[in-house]
């Protein structure tokens, strides 16, 4: 499991994505969010903008991601 920090209140889906390494572009992650293969906290998630806020559990291709 990666952990990423963020600086913010919150990060949005698509550029936590992207900024773990997990996709390589925010095309890359506009397509998985919306075929569904991304789950926030369990749950398929299908809004690239979704905030992620410390705590949000992240799963894409057999990675996790945790925010604090």
């Not at 920090?5 to 936590?16: C, H």
């Not at 749950?43 to 990675?63: C, N």
């Amino acid at each position: 499991m990666q952990i990423f920090k963020i600086k913010d209140d919150f990060i949005k889906l698509g550029q936590a994505l992207k900024a773990a390494g997990f996709v390589e572009s925010g095309v890359d992650a506009k397509f998985a969010v919306q075929d569904g293969l991304v789950k926030v906290n369990g749950l398929v998630e299908t809004q690239r903008g979704k905030k992620l806020v410390p705590g949000d559990v992240v799963e894409y291709d057999g990675q996790t991601l945790k925010i604090e």
